[in-house]
């Protein structure tokens, strides 16, 4: 009677309602009590956070703006993970495949029609990630480096170089002295709807990851990288070519990375700031790790984390509290999701 009382507890967090509850509930009671210690209405921060988001169609708009970024870069961490690898570099990337974006928008295709310059422009920025993700792969595989640390590192190099570059040639003679690029061709830029900031590009997003999805689980390809991630002895013993398939893989993520940074200047900015996108790399890494790397469970985990980052403002001005307050409350999503997401279940 004991062990069967003990066998019902052990497959308790089997139940997937019951993960979802938890994972719903523990995250807002934790938050709770931070704000409480702070002297502050959790009831208050809450109201503030769901009409903050809900409040207009602008607020809604900008949630599915940064979605859009999420998504993307969600994508770029998901597919290297299938092949045994980790990419962090999601935001030098985008960052840096935009600033090419901004560049060549605004000089070699400004006089282009955009039914030719817009694709050539993703191209753009596609070889533009895939290249600084390449550097990642070379320390990787010709230097046995710690691809994470490599990619972190990147990060931080790519910002470095995109400040040195807009505070110096990059920077618009015509901008009032700020760090910009000039602004790329106003016939290039995608089409905005329903009076916010939403372009083309969040459909653009979902289709790659439902292209992510198809080839991970409806194609050989898929399937051969579900085998190097899964057992790379099997795989190297089956005749795959490890280095060649993680190679490929991790420069397609940096080409992946680069459509949401070719997005990020066609869609919303217009040109590159120094601060451009930023965080967009680093929350996209979170939004596939929320979700065990799913590709189409990436897109409600992107809005999700949208959500709480456009609340931020709201909440900072409603509490007093700082907006980067509400990164506390992601983070604790993602760790309660991969507390009761990781149990296994039981045979």
Wanted: glycine residues 10%; charged residues 10%.
């Amino acid at each position: 009677m004991k062990l069967q009382l003990l066998d019902k507890k052990t497959h308790l967090l089997d139940h997937m309602w019951l993960r979802i509850l938890i994972c719903f509930l523990a995250p807002i009671f934790l938050f709770g009590i931070l704000l409480v210690s702070q002297g502050i209405s959790p009831i208050l921060a809450y109201k503030t956070i769901v009409t903050s988001v809900f409040g207009s169609t602008y607020t809604i708009g900008e949630v599915v703006v940064r979605a859009t970024y999420l998504i993307l870069t969600a994508m770029a961490a998901i597919l290297p993970a299938r092949v045994g690898l980790a990419n962090a570099g999601g935001e030098g990337q985008m960052t840096i495949a935009a600033t090419a974006v901004a560049v060549a928008g605004s000089t070699i295709f400004a006089e282009v029609p955009a039914v030719i310059a817009v694709p050539l422009l993703f191209v753009v920025g596609m070889l533009a990630g895939a290249a600084w993700a390449g550097i990642a792969v070379i320390c990787k595989q010709l230097l046995n480096m710690n691809e994470i640390l490599c990619t972190i590192l990147l990060n931080y190099i790519a910002e470095y170089v995109i400040c040195f570059l807009l505070y110096g040639v990059l920077k618009d003679p015509h901008g009032w002295n700020y760090p910009q690029t000039v602004e790329v061709a106003s016939h290039l830029r995608l089409p905005r709807y329903f009076g916010t900031r939403v372009t083309f590009g969040i459909f653009i997003a979902l289709a790659v990851a439902i292209l992510v999805w198809v080839v991970l689980y409806k194609t050989r390809v898929g399937f051969t990288m579900r085998t190097v991630g899964g057992n790379q002895t099997a795989a190297r013993f089956s005749g795959v070519r490890l280095k060649r398939v993680q190679s490929l893989v991790f420069a397609a993520s940096g080409a992946i990375a680069g459509i949401a940074g070719t997005i990020l200047i066609l869609g919303v900015e217009g040109r590159m700031r120094t601060d451009a996108g930023a965080t967009m790399g680093f929350m996209g890494f979170l939004t596939a790790g929320m979700v065990g790397n799913s590709p189409i469970w990436a897109i409600p985990s992107a809005l999700l984390i949208g959500a709480l980052d456009v609340a931020g403002n709201g909440v900072e001005i409603a509490t007093g509290l700082p907006a980067a307050t509400m990164q506390i409350l992601i983070m604790l999503v993602l760790l309660t999701i991969m507390a009761v997401g990781g149990k296994k279940k039981h045979e």
